[in-house]
């Protein structure tokens, strides 16, 4: 599978902030829904946050809501994960993804029903 290109991963205290992206990826275009998901060592992965590719729809797992949200920049093709307020239980490996599917069910069950291109996964650390 091709893969998209996450960053901003990194190791940040309780209570602080990290901006994840995403780069950009052709099959995008062939996706009508990002996502991001994480997983955390001997943890399954979870759905984080979803949106819309058009930009107007985004959806959160109920952990993150009202700490993480969920951007995209149409004109760079690019998906965002802003993280405010970081808690070590945030500590996961982050991993970015376009799929086909309703966005909702995406973050719920932490897949797409079609994914076209999975990221490689960025790494945050949130010490107490």
């Known amino acids: 599978q091709v893969q998209l290109v996450e960053s901003g991963g990194g190791s940040v205290q309780a209570g602080g902030s990290l901006r994840l992206s995403c780069a950009p990826s052709?099959?995008?275009?062939?996706?009508?829904?990002m996502g991001w998901f994480r997983q955390a060592p001997g943890m399954e992965r979870e759905g984080v946050a979803a949106i819309s590719t058009g930009g107007s729809l985004t959806y959160y797992h109920d952990s993150v809501k009202g700490r993480f949200t969920i951007s995209q920049d149409n004109a760079k093709n690019t998906v965002y994960l802003q993280m405010n307020s970081l808690k070590p239980e945030d500590t996961a490996m982050y991993y970015c993804?376009?799929?086909?599917?309703?966005?909702?069910?995406?973050?719920?069950?932490?897949?797409?029903?079609?994914?076209?291109?999975w990221g490689q996964g960025t790494l945050v650390t949130v010490s107490s």
């Open positions: 052709r099959y995008t275009y062939s996706s009508n829904c």
């Open positions: 993804a376009a799929g086909v599917g309703d966005c909702a069910v995406a973050v719920d069950t932490a897949a797409f029903p079609i994914t076209r291109a």
